[in-house]
Protein backbone atom coordinates (compact mmCIF):
# COMPACT_ATOMS: atom_id res chain seq x y z
CA UNK A 1 0.00 0.00 0.00
CA UNK A 2 1.05 3.72 -0.67
CA UNK A 3 -0.31 6.49 0.09
CA UNK A 4 0.82 10.08 -1.16
CA UNK A 5 0.80 13.03 1.39
CA UNK A 6 0.89 16.63 0.11
CA UNK A 7 4.08 17.69 1.47
CA UNK A 8 3.38 21.50 0.82
CA UNK A 9 0.11 21.78 2.90
CA UNK A 10 0.64 22.86 6.63
CA UNK A 11 0.39 26.01 7.60
CA UNK A 12 4.33 24.80 8.94
CA UNK A 13 5.18 22.64 5.65
CA UNK A 14 7.32 20.03 5.21
CA UNK A 15 8.30 20.35 9.36
CA UNK A 16 4.81 19.16 10.15
CA UNK A 17 4.36 17.04 7.19
CA UNK A 18 7.65 15.03 7.14
CA UNK A 19 7.67 14.39 11.05
CA UNK A 20 3.93 13.00 10.65
CA UNK A 21 4.89 11.02 8.10
CA UNK A 22 8.35 9.40 10.58
CA UNK A 23 5.56 8.68 12.94
CA UNK A 24 3.09 7.17 10.98
CA UNK A 25 5.93 4.50 9.42
CA UNK A 26 7.25 4.43 12.73
CA UNK A 27 3.81 3.85 15.50
CA UNK A 28 1.64 2.30 12.44
CA UNK A 29 1.19 -0.96 12.12
CA UNK A 30 1.08 -2.61 8.66
CA UNK A 31 2.96 -2.67 5.52
CA UNK A 32 2.74 0.75 3.77
CA UNK A 33 4.95 3.18 2.03
CA UNK A 34 4.54 6.87 2.63
CA UNK A 35 5.28 9.17 -0.92
CA UNK A 36 5.92 12.96 0.02
CA UNK A 37 4.91 15.42 -2.62
CA UNK A 38 6.66 18.50 -2.64
CA UNK A 39 9.56 20.37 -3.45
CA UNK A 40 12.56 17.81 -3.58
CA UNK A 41 15.22 20.03 -1.73
CA UNK A 42 13.39 21.49 0.74
CA UNK A 43 11.94 17.80 2.11
CA UNK A 44 15.00 16.04 1.67
CA UNK A 45 16.41 18.56 3.78
CA UNK A 46 13.71 18.26 6.22
CA UNK A 47 13.88 14.57 5.92
CA UNK A 48 17.74 14.84 6.65
CA UNK A 49 16.84 16.47 10.58
CA UNK A 50 14.47 13.86 11.21
CA UNK A 51 16.59 11.24 12.03
CA UNK A 52 16.27 7.43 10.87
CA UNK A 53 13.17 6.60 8.67
CA UNK A 54 12.54 2.61 8.10
CA UNK A 55 14.31 1.84 4.86
CA UNK A 56 12.25 1.47 2.16
CA UNK A 57 8.85 2.95 2.90
CA UNK A 58 9.78 6.37 1.93
CA UNK A 59 10.14 8.26 -1.11
CA UNK A 60 9.76 11.85 -2.11
CA UNK A 61 8.05 12.68 -5.77
CA UNK A 62 9.12 16.63 -6.56
CA UNK A 63 6.57 18.84 -7.40
CA UNK A 64 7.62 22.12 -8.24
CA UNK A 65 4.85 24.17 -7.65
CA UNK A 66 2.16 24.59 -4.25
CA UNK A 67 -1.71 26.20 -4.18
CA UNK A 68 -2.18 28.97 -1.35
CA UNK A 69 -5.26 29.09 0.74
CA UNK A 70 -5.60 32.59 -0.82
CA UNK A 71 -5.94 31.26 -4.37
CA UNK A 72 -9.21 30.26 -6.57
CA UNK A 73 -9.66 27.03 -6.07
CA UNK A 74 -10.77 25.81 -9.44
CA UNK A 75 -8.13 28.88 -11.11
CA UNK A 76 -5.33 27.38 -8.86
CA UNK A 77 -5.99 23.60 -10.35
CA UNK A 78 -5.78 24.82 -13.65
CA UNK A 79 -2.71 26.67 -13.58
CA UNK A 80 -0.24 24.85 -11.41
CA UNK A 81 -0.32 21.26 -12.95
CA UNK A 82 2.42 20.80 -10.88
CA UNK A 83 1.45 21.47 -7.25
CA UNK A 84 2.07 18.87 -4.92
CA UNK A 85 -1.67 18.78 -4.29
CA UNK A 86 -2.55 17.79 -8.46
CA UNK A 87 0.75 15.53 -8.86
CA UNK A 88 -0.22 13.47 -5.68
CA UNK A 89 -3.82 13.11 -6.94
CA UNK A 90 -2.87 12.53 -10.51
CA UNK A 91 -0.45 9.57 -8.85
CA UNK A 92 -3.39 7.96 -7.36
CA UNK A 93 -5.50 8.28 -10.74
CA UNK A 94 -2.40 6.62 -12.45
CA UNK A 95 -2.67 3.72 -9.65
CA UNK A 96 1.10 4.63 -8.42
CA UNK A 97 -0.52 5.01 -4.93
CA UNK A 98 -3.89 4.11 -2.93
CA UNK A 99 -4.69 7.41 -1.50
CA UNK A 100 -4.13 11.32 -1.13
CA UNK A 101 -3.93 12.76 2.09
CA UNK A 102 -3.09 16.89 1.94
CA UNK A 103 -3.50 19.66 4.76
CA UNK A 104 -3.41 22.37 1.67
CA UNK A 105 -6.21 24.52 0.62
CA UNK A 106 -9.48 22.59 1.69
CA UNK A 107 -10.93 24.06 -1.72
CA UNK A 108 -8.25 23.15 -4.03
CA UNK A 109 -8.49 19.88 -2.76
CA UNK A 110 -11.50 19.30 -3.38
CA UNK A 111 -11.69 21.11 -6.75
CA UNK A 112 -8.61 18.74 -7.76
CA UNK A 113 -10.30 15.52 -6.46
CA UNK A 114 -13.75 16.36 -8.64
CA UNK A 115 -11.50 16.73 -11.76
CA UNK A 116 -8.71 14.58 -11.50
CA UNK A 117 -10.26 11.60 -9.45
CA UNK A 118 -14.16 11.94 -10.59
CA UNK A 119 -17.32 11.65 -9.06
CA UNK A 120 -18.64 7.70 -8.57
CA UNK A 121 -21.13 6.98 -11.15
CA UNK A 122 -24.45 8.24 -8.88
CA UNK A 123 -22.79 10.78 -7.26
CA UNK A 124 -24.44 14.09 -7.41
CA UNK A 125 -22.40 16.12 -5.06
CA UNK A 126 -19.44 14.57 -3.40
CA UNK A 127 -19.57 15.45 0.80
CA UNK A 128 -16.47 15.85 3.09
CA UNK A 129 -17.33 13.86 6.33
CA UNK A 130 -15.53 14.43 9.56
CA UNK A 131 -15.92 12.93 13.08
CA UNK A 132 -17.19 14.61 15.96
CA UNK A 133 -17.01 13.97 19.32
CA UNK A 134 -19.37 12.47 21.51
CA UNK A 135 -20.05 11.50 25.16
CA UNK A 136 -19.92 7.68 23.41
CA UNK A 137 -18.03 7.15 20.62
CA UNK A 138 -17.43 10.07 17.96
CA UNK A 139 -20.13 10.84 15.47
CA UNK A 140 -19.34 10.76 11.17
CA UNK A 141 -20.48 14.63 10.25
CA UNK A 142 -21.74 15.03 6.39
CA UNK A 143 -21.31 17.38 4.59
CA UNK A 144 -18.55 19.39 6.71
CA UNK A 145 -18.44 22.17 3.71
CA UNK A 146 -18.44 20.74 0.42
CA UNK A 147 -22.13 22.04 -0.51
CA UNK A 148 -23.78 24.75 0.65
CA UNK A 149 -26.51 24.44 -0.99
CA UNK A 150 -28.03 21.06 -1.25
CA UNK A 151 -31.43 19.13 -2.43
CA UNK A 152 -32.77 16.26 -0.09
CA UNK A 153 -31.47 13.86 -2.39
CA UNK A 154 -27.91 15.01 -1.88
CA UNK A 155 -28.76 14.60 1.88
CA UNK A 156 -29.80 11.10 1.33
CA UNK A 157 -26.69 9.93 -0.73
CA UNK A 158 -25.10 11.54 2.37
CA UNK A 159 -26.61 9.04 4.40
CA UNK A 160 -25.58 6.17 2.16
CA UNK A 161 -22.04 7.57 1.82
CA UNK A 162 -21.59 8.26 5.81
CA UNK A 163 -23.35 4.83 6.67
CA UNK A 164 -20.41 3.07 4.45
CA UNK A 165 -17.98 5.05 6.19
CA UNK A 166 -19.37 3.99 9.51
CA UNK A 167 -19.38 0.82 9.17
CA UNK A 168 -15.92 0.48 6.66
CA UNK A 169 -13.84 2.66 9.01
CA UNK A 170 -15.46 3.38 12.39
CA UNK A 171 -16.76 -0.54 12.35
CA UNK A 172 -19.94 0.37 13.42
CA UNK A 173 -22.25 -2.49 12.67
CA UNK A 174 -25.83 -1.13 10.83
CA UNK A 175 -24.82 2.54 11.94
CA UNK A 176 -27.46 5.11 13.05
CA UNK A 177 -28.54 7.41 10.57
CA UNK A 178 -29.64 11.47 11.65
CA UNK A 179 -30.91 14.09 10.59
CA UNK A 180 -29.72 17.56 11.96
CA UNK A 181 -33.14 19.77 12.60
CA UNK A 182 -34.54 21.76 15.13
CA UNK A 183 -37.08 19.58 16.11
CA UNK A 184 -37.91 16.03 16.68
CA UNK A 185 -41.10 15.94 14.59
CA UNK A 186 -40.98 14.77 10.90
CA UNK A 187 -43.02 18.11 10.02
CA UNK A 188 -40.28 20.14 11.96
CA UNK A 189 -37.81 22.11 9.71
CA UNK A 190 -37.76 23.83 6.47
CA UNK A 191 -39.10 22.42 3.45
CA UNK A 192 -35.42 20.95 2.49
CA UNK A 193 -35.52 19.56 5.86
CA UNK A 194 -38.90 17.84 6.10
CA UNK A 195 -38.71 16.40 2.43
CA UNK A 196 -35.35 14.83 3.48
CA UNK A 197 -36.85 13.32 6.47
CA UNK A 198 -39.85 11.52 4.13
CA UNK A 199 -36.45 10.09 1.83
CA UNK A 200 -34.79 9.05 5.03
CA UNK A 201 -37.72 8.09 6.20
CA UNK A 202 -38.60 5.65 3.37
CA UNK A 203 -35.09 3.82 2.33
CA UNK A 204 -35.24 0.83 3.68
CA UNK A 205 -31.62 0.30 3.52
CA UNK A 206 -30.66 2.48 5.88
CA UNK A 207 -31.45 2.64 9.99
CA UNK A 208 -32.98 5.85 10.33
CA UNK A 209 -32.82 7.20 13.89
CA UNK A 210 -34.98 10.56 13.00
CA UNK A 211 -34.10 14.23 13.52
CA UNK A 212 -30.97 15.02 15.65
CA UNK A 213 -31.31 18.72 17.42
CA UNK A 214 -28.07 20.08 18.25
CA UNK A 215 -28.28 19.42 21.59
CA UNK A 216 -28.60 15.79 21.16
CA UNK A 217 -25.33 15.31 18.76
CA UNK A 218 -23.17 15.42 22.04
CA UNK A 219 -25.25 12.34 23.70
CA UNK A 220 -24.11 9.82 20.74
CA UNK A 221 -28.15 9.43 19.79
CA UNK A 222 -26.42 8.70 16.09
CA UNK A 223 -23.41 6.93 14.12
CA UNK A 224 -23.98 9.63 10.88
CA UNK A 225 -25.34 13.03 11.16
CA UNK A 226 -26.49 14.41 7.69
CA UNK A 227 -27.07 18.24 7.16
CA UNK A 228 -26.00 20.40 4.26
CA UNK A 229 -22.60 21.97 4.16
CA UNK A 230 -23.35 25.69 5.08
CA UNK A 231 -25.09 24.10 8.79
CA UNK A 232 -22.02 21.29 9.06
CA UNK A 233 -19.01 23.83 8.39
CA UNK A 234 -20.58 26.33 11.36
CA UNK A 235 -21.29 23.41 13.42
CA UNK A 236 -17.73 22.04 13.06
CA UNK A 237 -15.70 25.32 13.90
CA UNK A 238 -18.07 25.58 16.74
CA UNK A 239 -16.69 22.18 17.52
CA UNK A 240 -12.77 22.81 16.64
CA UNK A 241 -13.18 25.97 19.16
CA UNK A 242 -14.70 24.50 21.81
CA UNK A 243 -11.78 22.79 23.45
CA UNK A 244 -9.37 25.52 23.45
CA UNK A 245 -11.99 27.42 25.07
CA UNK A 246 -12.48 25.30 27.92
CA UNK A 247 -9.23 24.83 28.26
CA UNK A 248 -8.77 28.20 28.62
CA UNK A 249 -11.46 27.99 31.20
CA UNK A 250 -9.39 25.62 33.15
CA UNK A 251 -6.69 26.90 33.06
CA UNK A 252 -7.69 30.20 34.51
CA UNK A 253 -9.63 28.86 36.97
CA UNK A 254 -8.23 30.84 39.88
CA UNK A 255 -7.14 27.83 42.16
CA UNK A 256 -9.45 25.18 41.24
CA UNK A 257 -7.94 21.76 41.12
CA UNK A 258 -8.97 21.59 37.19
CA UNK A 259 -6.48 24.07 36.33
CA UNK A 260 -3.75 21.96 34.02
CA UNK A 261 -4.30 18.73 35.78
CA UNK A 262 -5.57 15.47 34.75
CA UNK A 263 -8.89 17.09 34.23
CA UNK A 264 -7.13 19.50 31.71
CA UNK A 265 -5.75 16.20 29.79
CA UNK A 266 -8.54 14.28 29.62
CA UNK A 267 -10.79 17.14 28.27
CA UNK A 268 -8.18 17.75 25.62
CA UNK A 269 -8.24 14.50 24.19
CA UNK A 270 -11.80 13.96 24.13
CA UNK A 271 -12.42 17.17 22.23
CA UNK A 272 -9.25 17.45 20.44
CA UNK A 273 -9.89 17.12 16.65
CA UNK A 274 -6.11 15.88 15.50
CA UNK A 275 -7.42 12.43 17.71
CA UNK A 276 -8.93 11.91 14.43
CA UNK A 277 -7.32 12.63 12.02
CA UNK A 278 -8.15 14.11 8.14
CA UNK A 279 -11.69 14.03 6.65
CA UNK A 280 -12.25 12.13 3.68
CA UNK A 281 -13.86 13.51 0.91
CA UNK A 282 -16.67 10.95 0.10
CA UNK A 283 -18.28 9.86 -3.19
CA UNK A 284 -14.88 10.61 -5.14
CA UNK A 285 -13.57 7.52 -7.21
CA UNK A 286 -10.59 7.28 -4.87
CA UNK A 287 -9.31 8.31 -1.36
CA UNK A 288 -8.59 12.00 -0.90
CA UNK A 289 -7.73 13.46 2.90
CA UNK A 290 -8.41 16.68 4.09
CA UNK A 291 -6.69 17.93 7.06
CA UNK A 292 -6.65 21.04 8.56
CA UNK A 293 -3.90 23.63 7.92
CA UNK A 294 -3.16 24.36 11.45
CA UNK A 295 -2.37 20.79 11.99
CA UNK A 296 0.17 19.53 13.71
CA UNK A 297 2.82 16.18 12.64
CA UNK A 298 -0.25 13.82 15.65
CA UNK A 299 -3.09 15.03 12.83
CA UNK A 300 -1.16 14.30 9.79
CA UNK A 301 -0.25 10.73 11.30
CA UNK A 302 -3.89 9.76 11.94
CA UNK A 303 -4.87 11.23 8.62
CA UNK A 304 -2.54 8.88 7.07
CA UNK A 305 -4.29 5.96 9.55
CA UNK A 306 -7.78 6.88 8.22
CA UNK A 307 -6.32 6.73 4.67
CA UNK A 308 -5.17 3.06 5.24
CA UNK A 309 -8.36 1.90 6.94
CA UNK A 310 -10.11 3.38 3.66
CA UNK A 311 -7.58 1.56 1.12
CA UNK A 312 -8.09 -1.57 3.38
CA UNK A 313 -11.58 -2.10 3.84
CA UNK A 314 -11.72 -1.51 0.02
CA UNK A 315 -14.21 1.57 1.19
CA UNK A 316 -14.16 3.09 -2.38
CA UNK A 317 -15.59 -0.18 -3.57
CA UNK A 318 -18.51 -0.49 -1.37
CA UNK A 319 -19.61 3.31 -1.87
CA UNK A 320 -19.71 2.82 -5.46
CA UNK A 321 -21.67 -0.78 -5.41
CA UNK A 322 -24.39 0.69 -2.86
CA UNK A 323 -24.85 3.66 -4.75
CA UNK A 324 -25.58 1.06 -7.86
CA UNK A 325 -27.81 -0.73 -5.72
CA UNK A 326 -29.47 2.27 -4.59
CA UNK A 327 -29.83 3.53 -7.82
CA UNK A 328 -31.56 0.34 -8.77
CA UNK A 329 -33.80 0.73 -6.33
CA UNK A 330 -35.29 3.93 -7.10
CA UNK A 331 -35.44 3.16 -10.83
CA UNK A 332 -37.89 0.02 -10.00
CA UNK A 333 -39.54 2.35 -7.81
CA UNK A 334 -40.52 4.94 -10.33
CA UNK A 335 -41.27 2.36 -12.83
CA UNK A 336 -43.65 0.97 -10.58
CA UNK A 337 -44.87 4.43 -9.80
CA UNK A 338 -45.41 5.42 -13.54
CA UNK A 339 -47.35 1.85 -13.76
Not at 5 to 27: C, F, N, Y
Not at 108 to 116: G, K
Not at 134 to 157: F, I, R, W, Y
Not at 158 to 181: E, K, M, Q
Request: charged residues 20%; aromatic residues 4%.
Amino acid sequence: MRIALDAMGTDRHPEVEVQGAVQALRELPGDFQIVLVGDRRVVEAELARSGPVPEGRLEVVHASQSITPGEAPATAVRRKPDSSIVVGLTLQREGKVDAFVSAGSTGAVMAASLFILRPLPGVDRPAVATLLPTATEPVVMLDAGANVDSKPHHLLQFAHLGSIYATDVLRRGNPRVGLLNIGEEPEKGNELAVETHRLLREDPTLNFAGNVEGRDIIRGVCDVLVTDGFVGNVLLKFYESVAQFFCQLLDNGGGSPAAGGPERSRLWEALDYTSYGGAPLLGVNGISIICHGGSPPRAVRNAIRVAIQAVETQMVGHIAADLGAHGAVRGSRRLAEGA
